[in-house]
């Protein structure tokens, strides 16, 4: 069965993320289907991936954005965090031709 298109942008976005500063504002849904050329299914299932990985925070209004904290701890308030089973992220899955990952 081959990968959902969806998972494969989450995976090249999630490693632009380790490399950005906490708090730093996303593509919006629009600026990701132009930049994937996929439809907006895609680019939300993307988000909403990167969401339940806990690695993106989104605001109405506002768009996705890098979670704010310290990298490799815990960047969600304990109010706002979800209930998981890991203790931290996951490590970046994404091929290393889609990921300058240092």
Known sequence: MTEHRYRTIADQL?????RLAPGTKLDSE???????GVGRAAARGA???LERRLRVRRVQ???PSAPPGPP????WPASSRRPSPLSSPP???????T???P
């Open 14 to 18: 999630e490693c632009e993320i380790d």
């Open 61 to 63: 209004g506002a768009g």
């Open 72 to 75: 490799g701890g815990s960047r």
């Open 91 to 97: 490590p970046c899955t994404a091929s290393t031709s």
């Open 30 to 36: 629009h600026e990701l289907m132009k930049r994937f």
């Open 47 to 49: 988000v909403q991936e």
């Open 99 to 101: 990921c300058a990952h």
